[in-house]
């Protein structure tokens, strides 16, 4: 199976703007989805497809994705940001899906 | 709307069924999946049912998991046998995306499940 590689951790001030990103051959040919998990709580789902926001999810997380490397953007990130955030996209068979390590991130 | 249900302690080489109640839509209808995260760690995808009875598994659980899901009752089902410690996580179960179908958009606040003697 595929597989999707973050970085363990990233950090920002407060106000400012921090790309998390994920990497993974499936990427060629899958979308990769965008998961916010805070502690205690479940996952949600923060950005889909081609730079979908689910309803509810504020305008300042933004997608893209270039070749292998897909990107969650937060721009004017803000203390309720701090989180872990999750990559996932299908793997390569198409019927599999994976996750990527998860990328902590701290607002300073 | 999703809840999961049966969690617990269970020995290892035990069995346990999940269950995954939904409202708010027709589980039957829909692509479900289920998604554990072993104490201290990150998401790790398990399995998943498309239309019908179509499945697939991840190889760590290949073998033992079984999905399932009813229509009557709109609910989800794992059955986990041979359990391992290594089984031990919070399982949830979630909706693949109707309209952008590799995304997981409905989850539920998840169940957990300790394998130990």
């Known amino acids: 199976s595929s597989e999707l590689t973050q970085d363990p951790a990233v950090s920002v001030a407060l106000g400012q703007t921090v790309r998390i990103t994920c990497q993974g051959e499936?990427?060629?040919?899958?979308?990769a989805s965008w998961y916010q998990q805070k502690p205690g709580q479940a996952p949600i789902l923060v950005m889909c497809?081609?730079?979908n926001r689910p309803s509810g999810i504020p305008d300042r997380f933004s997608g893209s994705s270039s070749g292998h490397t897909a990107s969650l953007t937060i721009t004017g990130t803000q203390a309720e940001d701090e989180a872990v955030y999750y990559c996932?996209?299908?793997?390569?068979?198409?019927?599999?899906?994976?996750f990527g390590g998860g990328t902590s991130l701290t607002v300073l | 709307h999703l809840v999961e249900s049966g969690g617990g302690l269970v020995q290892p080489g035990g069995s346990l069924r999940l269950s995954c109640a939904a409202s708010g839509f027709t589980v039957s209808n829909n692509y479900m999946t289920w998604v554990r995260q072993g104490p201290g760690k990150g998401l790790e995808w398990v399995s998943v049912i498309y239309s019908g009875t179509t499945a697939f598994y991840a190889d760590s659980v290949k073998g033992r998991f079984t999905i399932s899901r009813d229509k009557a009752r709109n609910t989800l089902y794992l059955q986990m046998n041979s359990l391992r410690a290594e089984d031990t996580a919070v399982y949830y179960c979630a909706r693949v995306s109707p309209t952008t179908d590799d995304a997981f958009d409905v989850w539920g606040p998840g169940a957990m499940v300790t394998v130990s003697s």
């Open positions: 497809g081609i730079n």
């Open positions: 996932n996209s299908r793997d390569s068979s198409g019927n599999y899906w994976v």
């Open positions: 499936n990427l060629r040919h899958y979308y």
